[in-house]
């Protein structure tokens, strides 16, 4: 299905449980600050995205409400989804394996001499 509109996701914060994202609808000049994507777990085996919430006195009520059946949730569900994987995969520990075995000779580190 090709897309119906101009979507960029980008990772606020990482979360205890999950990322903060903000997304961006640029083609309808809108902007959701505060959707929590959740990765799949032990508890949980599907991805899971969240609207932006906010407590009052207690309750938390939604910011922005989708029909999570039209292309705009969707869209935003699977950019949410994209940027989280991303910024996974490249937060990653990188191992380097192709450092040679002979022995490091400092005369040829500048120490500032």
């Given at each position: 299905m090709p897309k119906l509109h101009n979507i960029e996701a980008r990772v606020h914060k990482p979360l205890p449980t999950g990322y903060r994202v903000k997304v961006s609808i640029l083609d309808l000049g809108m902007y959701i600050n505060g959707c929590v994507v959740m990765?799949?777990?032990?508890?949980?085996?599907?991805?899971?995205?969240y609207p932006p919430k906010q407590n009052v006195f207690g309750r938390y009520i939604s910011i922005v409400e989708f029909n999570k059946k039209l292309p705009l949730w969707i869209e935003?569900?699977?950019?949410?989804?994209?940027?989280?994987k991303k910024y996974?995969?490249?937060?990653?520990?990188?191992?380097?394996?192709?450092?040679?075995?002979?022995?490091?000779?400092?005369?040829?580190?500048p120490f500032g001499k």
């Amino acid at each position: 299905m090709p897309k119906l509109h101009n979507i960029e996701a980008r990772v606020h914060k990482p979360l205890p449980t999950g990322y903060r994202v903000k997304v961006s609808i640029l083609d309808l000049g809108m902007y959701i600050n505060g959707c929590v994507v959740m990765p799949p777990n032990g508890d949980h085996p599907d991805w899971a995205v969240y609207p932006p919430k906010q407590n009052v006195f207690g309750r938390y009520i939604s910011i922005v409400e989708f029909n999570k059946k039209l292309p705009l949730w969707i869209e935003v569900n699977e950019a949410c989804i994209e940027e989280v994987k991303k910024y996974l995969e490249e937060s990653r520990d990188v191992v380097i394996d192709d450092i040679s075995d002979e022995p490091i000779n400092f005369d040829d580190i500048p120490f500032g001499k």
